[in-house]
């Protein structure tokens, strides 16, 4: 039925609902690696037979969004994605402490994501779950440039999902897609150890081999050497510019997720023609 609309109609809706999943989104970047240490320290403190906390345990609907400064909840019409932070002016309603810009910034990637997959692929059961995966993948960079941290909640659904996908859509490619999940774990995997044991050091975390795992899942083996290094190459020069922009952060760690997720989602937004025109430029 949405296939029917007009691109007049379908593309403000399209718009309109990737703001609003943006704005969930936010609230999933925010709270889950706080969740997870929750966790993970209740798990600890039962090991070592210690009385749990009393702290309030975490949770994505509960309880309601409120300021971190001054802890007053946010009214509804504050929540509008995208307008609330306008109408504010990016700030709190109650304290005037300033909001972090990320709020916005991911609502509008939502929305960007949301009219560039009706756009491009349509507006069927195919495109909405490409939309999802397009989806986590900010919510996975977003987590990872914020904390470093990958949460499997997220990156392993995406691995099954992407098989799913293939399964319901495009059977003929089901092989290559589990192919491209164990080549992409295991590439990553390989290059963790001989780098540790070259240097010592870790280069990356275990997060990275499951996120590439799962984009292997979604576009096939063949889109590997593409996504490594479309990701490799952003990587290098985002690195190099900030660390000639803020000297303060020289040999400071820096996630691979983000640029991982970059790569997927021009691999899966532009897919078949982005494979095309690398061959034709590699001779591959």
């Not at 509960?62 to 019409?77: D, K, T």
């Not at 349509?122 to 440039?145: E, N, P, Q, T, V």
Request: charged share 10%.
């Amino acid at each position: 039925m949405l296939a029917e609309l007009s691109p007049s109609l379908l593309w403000p809706l399209a718009a309109v609902l990737g703001l609003c999943l943006g704005s969930f989104l936010n609230v999933v970047i925010a709270r889950l690696p706080v969740m997870l240490m929750q966790g993970w320290r209740a798990e600890a403190r039962e090991a070592l037979e210690l009385e749990p906390e009393e702290d309030e345990r975490l949770g994505l609907a509960r309880p309601a969004s409120r300021c971190p400064g001054c802890g007053a909840a946010i009214a509804w019409h504050d929540n509008i994605p995208l307008l609330g932070y306008l109408k504010r002016r990016g700030r709190c309603a109650d304290c005037g402490m300033r909001i972090s810009p990320q709020y916005p910034l991911v609502e509008l990637a939502g929305g960007a994501l949301a009219l560039a997959v009706v756009i491009l692929h349509g507006a069927d059961l195919a495109a909405l779950f490409l939309l999802g995966a397009c989806l986590a993948l900010l919510a996975l960079a977003a987590i990872d440039f914020r904390t470093q941290l990958l949460p499997d909640s997220i990156t392993l659904p995406l691995l099954w999902a992407g098989l799913l996908y293939q399964l319901l859509f495009q059977p003929l490619m089901l092989s290559s897609a589990v192919v491209g999940a164990m080549a992409g774990y295991l590439s990553l995997w390989g290059f963790y150890w001989l780098f540790k044991l070259v240097t010592g050091k870790e280069g990356m975390g275990y997060g990275d081999f499951k996120l590439l795992a799962a984009l292997g899942a979604w576009l096939g083996w063949q889109f590997l050497p593409l996504l490594l290094i479309l990701s490799a190459g952003i990587g290098a020069i985002i690195g190099i510019l900030v660390q000639l922009a803020l000297p303060r952060l020289r040999g400071a760690p820096m996630p691979f997720g983000p640029f991982l997720a970059l790569a997927g989602w021009v691999a899966l937004l532009f897919g078949a023609p982005l494979l095309a025109s690398y061959r034709g430029l590699t001779g591959l």
